[in-house]
């Protein structure tokens, strides 16, 4: 006897299995900002524009995140070869460009995350008024972006307890993992003596994910 197991039903627009993938195949306002209906759309962008948001996004996502949140600068983490045009309503100087590949270890014909990068970073970081929101991307969303928002997220509020930083990180966004090396320099950097480090490592590996769902991390 034939069993007839129905056919998975794809999104054609998304290409999306909605059972299999079911926060991924919500409408963007569903998945970063909780819109369910137009009723909750007010209050859905209470924090648009709220000086103490940063936004991560994938690169796939960064337009609609920028315009829902408000953000006007921008972080960006990506390899030297990718193809990218800064958005239109970011000025150049309120967007840092950081070129690295998503790596824990020096390899050859690959640039590791350094010293510098994290520098530039705490730089830029500190020199944002927050009269608007940061927005952060990667290219998928789940390493650089998610340890760039940790690090700053430490750094401008650092009587923070880094485990519950961590935690709040890992319940915004159950796909993230954090680039470890990123995290070990800024560590360094700001004197932390191996907390960050140890508060990443102690939420694990994020879930599979081929990119990460936009979200929000308050300071």
């Avoid at 962008?45 to 709220?50: F, K, V």
């Avoid at 340890?147 to 796909?175: G, M, Q």
């Avoid at 800024?186 to 994910?209: H, Y």
């Amino acid at each position: 006897m034939l069993s007839c197991t129905p056919r998975p039903r794809i999104d054609l627009a998304t290409g999306i299995n909605p059972r299999a993938c079911p926060q991924l195949a919500m409408p963007f306002e569903v998945q970063c900002f909780g819109i369910v209906t137009e009723h909750q759309r007010p209050a859905a962008l209470r924090n648009r524009n709220d000086g103490r948001m940063i936004y991560v996004t994938p690169l796939s996502k960064l337009d609609e995140t920028l315009a829902l949140s408000g953000a006007q600068r921008l972080v960006t983490l990506l390899r030297k070869d990718s193809t990218f045009a800064r958005p239109a309503g970011v000025l150049r100087e309120n967007h840092l460009i950081l070129q690295m590949h998503d790596i824990t270890e020096k390899t050859p014909g690959m640039i590791a995350p350094s010293r510098r990068h994290v520098t530039d970073l705490l730089h830029f970081a500190r020199n944002w008024d927050r009269s608007a929101p940061l927005a952060i991307n990667c290219y998928a969303g789940i390493s650089r972006s998610t340890a760039a928002a940790y690090i700053i997220a430490a750094a401008l509020a650092p009587d923070r307890d880094e485990t519950e930083l961590a935690r709040e990180l890992r319940a915004r966004a159950p796909s993230a993992t954090p680039n470890i090396r990123l995290i070990a320099l800024a560590d360094a950097l700001l004197g932390r003596e191996s907390r960050m480090i140890e508060a990443v490592k102690s939420i694990g590996r994020g879930e599979e994910a081929f990119e990460g769902v936009p979200f929000a991390l308050g300071i």
